[in-house]
């Protein structure tokens, strides 16, 4: 079964850090690249960070630049998003999705995807 996990998320004070995992199981993610997005109650999914396949271009969104970093490990079939400098506004559900390298479309686009996670809470409060 074709599965991504997210795990990591949590309570968190402003200005503290979470790194999220996104594991896959029942495929390799060595030829799929990865975003990051998330979605906060009453809004719509946005996103947050992509890399790609090779883990040889990043993409960041300017709302989180300078404090999110994506990277991957193929070998753990794991991409990790390193959250750091948190801020209230950073609370949603974060979900990882993952789809085949040679898709064309902007990383931005939700539908370019082809799998997604269930996701993970991230709250970021004093």
């Known amino acids: 079964q074709v599965q991504l996990v997210e795990s990591g998320g949590g309570l968190v004070q402003p200005g503290g850090s979470l790194r999220l995992s996104c594991a896959a199981s029942?495929?390799?993610?060595?030829?799929?690249?990865i975003g990051w997005f998330r979605q906060a109650p009453g809004k719509e999914r946005e996103f947050v960070a992509a890399?790609?396949?090779?883990?040889?271009?990043?993409y960041i969104a300017d709302s989180v630049k300078g404090r999110f970093t994506i990277s991957r490990d193929n070998a753990k079939n794991t991409v990790y998003l390193q959250m750091n400098s948190l801020k209230p506004e950073d609370t949603a559900v974060y979900y990882c999705?993952?789809?085949?390298?040679?898709?064309?479309?902007?990383?931005?686009?939700?539908?370019?995807?082809?799998?997604w996670g269930q996701g993970t809470q991230v709250t970021v409060s004093s």
């Open positions: 999705a993952a789809r085949w390298f040679t898709s064309q479309s902007s990383p931005v686009v939700t539908g370019s995807y082809n799998y």
């Open positions: 029942g495929f390799t993610l060595d030829y799929y690249a």
């Open positions: 890399i790609s396949w090779s883990g040889g271009n990043t």
